[in-house]
């Protein structure tokens, strides 16, 4: 719905023929995995990132993983959002897939590299 190559006439009959196209055999595999069932499983800190411009996942989908580690007791999950980011968690002001290759650079946002840094500093040099 967002694609910018897709004129806006065009858009429903786009999504009918993607929807109407078989699912190649990593698409099939991908989408018979149940994430829940790994996440509850999850017994080490864990930071969840998360593009908030990402139309691949939905944002709930970051807090729902989340819920599953903490459901087997572990306390330690962090969940981050991090706004102007795609599903490639690169800046992107477009968001879809089909975009990535018109990107300015695949540079990770900052903000993203120093949240990640600092968890990762917090739990790996603890005193």
Same mark, same amino acid.
Request: no cysteine; proline share 9%; glycine share 4%.
């Given at each position: ?27 099939? *595999?991908? =989408? ?9 499983? @999850?017994?080490? &800190? !864990? ?40 599903? *490639?968690? =690169? ?9 990535? @290759?018109?990107? &300015? !650079? ?22």
């Amino acid at each position: 719905m967002h694609d910018p190559a897709i004129a806006p006439a065009d858009k429903e009959k786009e999504i009918q023929k993607q929807l109407a196209e078989e699912l190649t055999p990593r698409e099939k *595999s991908v =989408l018979s995995i149940d994430p829940l069932e790994y996440a509850r499983k @999850v017994r080490v &800190p !864990a930071l969840i990132v998360h593009g908030g411009d990402d139309l691949h996942v939905p944002i709930r989908s970051a807090e729902r993983i989340a819920f599953a580690i903490r459901s087997n007791g572990n306390k330690d999950v962090s969940v981050r959002i991090f706004p102007g980011t795609s599903h *490639s968690l =690169l800046p992107d002001p477009i968001g879809v897939s089909s975009g990535w @290759v018109y990107l &300015p !650079a695949f540079e990770t946002s900052p903000e993203l590299l120093d949240a990640t840094s600092s968890w990762l500093k917090s739990r790996l040099f603890k005193q």
